[in-house]
C-alpha cells in the first residue's frame, strides 16, 4: 500500500495567487508581441501552421534558456520550466 498523497493544492492556490496577476501581465503582453509578429509573417505569405508550430518551438527554446540561465546563476534548484517538444 502507498502512502496517501497530501493536498498541496490549497497551499500552492496561495502561494501562486500572490504572482498569478503579474504573470498573467506579462504573458499578455508576450501574447501581443507574438500576434504582432504573426501578423508581418501573414504579410509575408507565411502559412498559419507553420507560423505556429515555429514560434511555438521559439517560446520553449526561450523558457528552457531563461531555465539555464536562472540556473547558471547559482540557483542550483532544478527548473519546473524544462519543456519537451
Given at each position: 500500500m502507498g502512502r496517501k498523497q497530501k493536498n498541496h493544492e490549497p497551499v500552492m492556490d496561495e502561494i501562486f495567487g500572490a504572482w498569478e496577476w503579474?504573470?498573467?501581465q506579462h504573458l499578455q503582453s508576450a501574447d501581443r508581441m507574438i500576434a504582432k509578429a504573426s501578423e508581418e509573417a501573414t504579410m509575408f505569405g507565411v502559412p498559419a501552421p507553420y507560423r505556429k508550430e515555429y514560434i511555438r518551438n521559439k517560446i520553449v527554446d526561450m523558457i528552457?534558456?531563461?531555465?539555464?540561465?536562472?540556473?547558471?546563476e547559482g540557483n542550483n534548484k532544478p527548473s519546473l520550466?524544462?519543456?519537451s517538444v
Open positions: 503579474h504573470i498573467f528552457d534558456q531563461i531555465a539555464e540561465r536562472r540556473e547558471g520550466w524544462r519543456v
